[in-house]
Nanobody, 122 residues
Framework: VQLQASGGGFVQPGGSLRLSCLSS????????MGWFRQAPGKERAFVAA????????DYADSVKGRFTIFRDNAKKTVYLQMNSLNSEDTAVYYC????????????????WGQGTLVTVSS
């Protein structure tokens, strides 16, 4: 399974970005999906997770109410809509897939995308 993340870029504080993650898996709908991020000098951290059907979602406290994870199984794509961005959201964002259960632990994910850089600055 290959995952290709895109949509990162430079945005001013308070702005929005939408990240996309395209999967090569023919059975994309059988994977729970997650977004993680890694800021400079920090470990990769959980951002959001989404169940296979898209009905169940989980968010890190730091992004709850600002970020939305959703998927389009027909397009084999998971998205991360990010609103009200601030400098603390600056990081490389990674999408990931796992076939067992939704998880906040990066160790549970089997497949990872290459990452896309989000920079929030004035």
């Amino acid at each position: 399974v290959q995952l290709q993340a895109s949509g990162g870029g430079f945005v001013q504080p308070g702005g929005s970005l939408r990240l996309s993650c395209l999967s090569s898996a023919p059975t994309f709908g059988s994977y729970n999906m997650g977004w993680f991020r890694q800021a400079p000098g920090k470990e990769r951290a959980f951002v959001a997770a989404l169940s296979r059907s898209g009905n169940f979602k989980d968010y890190a406290d730091s992004v709850k109410g600002r970020f939305t994870i959703f998927r389009d199984n027909a397009k084999k794509t998971v998205y991360l809509q990010m609103n009200s961005l601030n400098s603390e959201d600056t990081a490389v964002y990674y999408c990931a897939a796992e076939a067992r259960a939704m998880s906040r632990s990066r160790d549970e994910y089997d497949y990872w995308g290459q990452g896309t850089l989000v920079t929030v600055s004035s």
